[in-house]
């Protein structure tokens, strides 16, 4: 049965089943606007990233919060921030159930905004770490949430694009928080890092216009509201209840959720039986292999990345970060434009394959070429090294751009169904979160103990995470009905 199960997926790689009539859309500005505004949550997440690696290199504020054991409190605030992170992942599939996918943006965006108003003040380390804790429940909740509710109201063929919308607007905040952090980099007093946090809490305030959203249709249908559902497909099609395509895509969403409802009340232990078991392997290896690639403890700790490669100052570094982090969102934006032209299966292998082969150069580097100082600090003694570290940190992070930046929040949202999908996705995300935790603790001692360990242990994992995509069904221009019977077409 499972080989059958196996080929019924791999009859569907080249060719889509038909649905009951073929679903097109008369306009997309409907679309794009509610997958625009969603989508910038995705820009205090990614700001969050920049502000607090640059941050908690600035003089000032090491200072007053990392005077005292500095590698255990440096590491504790990133890691406590991914710890909240994961809870609310992993809660945030019943909340987006049952608040609704919509709701639950607007949740994340209120939390984030008090642990922001948190690390403004931030008078001491306990009220810092009280802020990095709320912030860790916002981000939690947002980046399931958003993925969520843009899948639900995406057509096929342009799915992908829409869902990369939240990397490439993550992508944006990134790049704004550490030019922030380069400019406060050059005041004195503790308005150096306080304005990163400021921006932060101004731009949660802004979020509000989240409430202008329509709800997720699928979900609408789920909890018995179908004439508002059936309302909302019309504004995204841009045109009225009475038309056919309208009416087609109601209907084919109404006869799968009903199916659904035939078995029961939702529990995670469903996302493991049956089919879905496949599912959520597959969401679980995606989602979670990102983590493994990396990506959390290059983008926290690539500016003292860059100082041991030999950049200079704190605040040439910090351009230096930001200059890479530049490079991924032009990339960030290309893939938006091409994500849904490229196999999902062929973005996963070569992005594993070239982000594995950056990283055993940039550790073999190391090994090769460094020196400590009798302060302790690392640095490479030769010019090309050096360069050759810089260069393959950005093609690292430009790679993940493409790849497993974006397609690891696609994947997981459109493999599961209506039932299982925010449970699958808060797994998938949520267990992601924790992985975080571990690379994002284990980074500074490896940096400062082994120097290059780091690099050559998120290359094996590239290397794993390369043969594992090999084997992924493609979900490329599939409907979500499509993409459901792929594993169901026994039935």
Known sequence: MADKNLKDISDFDNESISTRLPIYRKGRKSLYMAGIVAAGGGFVVGFDTGAISGTMILQSFIDRFLNVNSTYREALLVSMMLLTATIGGLISG?????????????????????????????????????????????????????????????????????????????????????????????????????????????????????????????????????????????????????????????????????????????????????????????????????????????????????????????????????????????????????????????IFATGAFFMGISMYIVGALFQSYHFVDELGEVSLYNKHACAAVIAFIFIFQAVYAYSWGPVAYIYPAEISNTRTRAKVIALAYGINWAIGIFMTFVMPIFMDRTIYGGYYFFGACCTVLFLGSLILPETKGKTLEEIDHMFNAEK
């Open 94 to 346: 019943n909340v987006c159930d049952y608040f609704g996918r919509k709701n639950t943006i607007l949740l994340g965006t209120a939390v984030f905004a008090i642990g922001a108003l948190f690390e403004t003040i931030g008078v001491n380390f306990g009220l810092l770490m009280a802020g990095r804790l709320f912030v860790g429940f916002g981000e939690g909740f947002l980046t399931n949430a958003i993925p969520l509710y843009h899948t639900e109201i995406a057509p096929p063929d342009i799915r992908g694009r829409l869902i990369s919308l939240f990397s490439a607007s993550s992508s944006i905040g990134t790049v704004v928080g550490y030019f922030v952090n380069f400019g406060t980099s050059y005041l004195t007093n503790d308005w150096a890092w306080r304005v990163p946090f400021l921006v932060q809490l101004i731009v949660c305030v802004l979020l509000s216009s989240v409430y202008i959203l329509p709800y997720s249709p699928r979900w609408l249908i789920d909890k018995g509201r179908h004439e508002e559902a059936l309302a909302v497909l019309a504004k995204l099609h841009e045109s009225t209840t009475e038309d056919p395509e309208v009416r087609n895509e109601f209907e084919c969403i109404c006869e799968e959720i009903e199916t659904e409802h035939a078995f029961g009340n939702r529990t995670f232990i469903e996302c493991f039986r049956g089919t879905n078991l496949k599912r959520t392997l597959f969401a679980l290896f995606t989602g979670n292999g990102a983590a493994f690639t990396g990506t959390y403890s290059i983008s926290y700790y690539a500016p003292q990345i860059f100082v041991q490669a030999g950049v200079g100052s704190t605040s040439i570094s910090l351009a230096t970060t930001g200059s890479s982090n530049i490079l991924v969102l032009i990339v960030s934006f290309l893939t938006v434009m091409f994500v849904d032209k490229l196999g999902r299966r062929m």
